[in-house]
């Protein structure tokens, strides 16, 4: 295989990139080393596009000032300026990407900053001076008019700080990569799956990729593999850096909780410590969250321990959360780099300029299209040539959600398609239409289901419709049930059809 520029991961910097180069007359091939895109650090990650006053409040300064218990100062380093910079032009590209990806998110009325006792105050000060200091909206809280706006706050909640902007925006993470996955893919990009870079070499001027699907020939490669930045970027011998890794626990609610809470609510930031309760576009609540070192990045492992301590942490800010409340939790990566915990890694290897990393800190969502147009920009300062196509469309619809139709729409959708007048998914009305849909679009596993359509995301987690996702995959996959994975490689949920296990016992039991 040959091709101009290929990028490796298929995560949220990959895709916006993916996207930004398929304006261009470009061949690109997008190399995703899972069963599908979003299916690492990116899927476990807030999808936040934050307001200004959350880079107050995400500030290493504060953190440091607080665990140093000293006076804190408005003065930032290099990197934060820098990462401001990047995420302030990124919000701002967002703008035309909800039309045209057509995704689903919430736009919360405010975002608030907690003091949730006396202790907290001196750590709120010092983001009002950061915030005062870069001209960031916001305005100070007293209890009363906080437990105005959230009544279902704590009442141990004593001042607050707030953007009610309402511009505050939050997806579910995997939705705009599946978005800009689709939109690279209709415009030429080739999207290779279970493709994960395995060496690298160099002939004639070329860079050579071997992956799990064989060697490709390219010219340019962008190393946006996220946790796994620092592997790949050490087989091209590109890499000048190393990686932290932090793993985070978080819970999710019943949607039955939907408007107990309208703002994101955060608290004052301790070292290691952070307290969360916010609305998701579905109407769970999304609460915790903790932060654990690791070293390991593709140990996701729950621990009873951290996801106990993440409950807690959400059920302090809003009492009326119990744990019967609670109907799934995730566990995912926050990565970090080494040299600088608050720098961007976006740059050309040491010695050849032709291979880029790009490998962002949190947040990463917010800046991701300004990332991308500079690493658009960097490609074409090493030689590659970007000349618009007449024909690039940067639309695309998401599947129809049955649940939030009208029922004049639900009789023309069912006109045109009966499956979509037979429900699946009871806890989330998801319809076989809905999941054979996704199956066209490129979902092989049932977390590639659940994350385009939903099914398997309710009260039940999959317990009722879970056995018929497995038949609708295996139906139009054309494959045993059998064959069927949660999320590609050895993750199979059948080993055995009835027969064949009855058939292996009798064996067995026959020596």
Known sequence: METQVVIIGGGMIGTMLARELCQYNVDVILLEKNADVAMGVSKGGGGTIYSPLDFAWASSLVLKSIAKETEGTTSTSESEKKKEQIATEGKKLWAPLWDELDIHYVKYPRFMILAMGEDDLPGLDMIEEAAKARSYNYARLNKQDILSLEPNLSTDVIAALSDDTGDYRQVHPWEPVIALAEVAKQNGVKIMLNAGMTGYSKSNGFQIVETAKGPIKTEFIVNAAGAYGAHVASMADACDFSLQYFQGHTVLTDKNLAGMVKSWLTTVPRPGIMKTVTPTPSGNLFMGLTYKEIHDPSDLAADRTELEEAFSRGQSLVPAISRKDVIAFYVGMRVFSARDPEEYIVEYAPKNPRFINAIPRLPGYGPAPAIAKMVAGMLADSGLQLTRKDDFNPYRKRIPQFSELSSEERKELITKD????????????ITEGEIVEAIKRGATTVDGVKFRTRAGMG????????????????????????????????????????KELLEARKEYAHG
Do not use: M, W
């Open 418 to 429: 009966p499956r979509y007048g037979h429900v699946v998914c009871r806890c989330e009305t």
């Open 459 to 498: 009260r039940c987690q999959g317990g009722f419709c879970g056995p018929r996702v497995v038949d609708i995959l295996a139906r139009e996959l054309n494959i045993s049930p059998t064959q069927v994975t949660k999320r590609g490689g050895d993750s199979r949920l059948l080993l055995y059809q009835s």
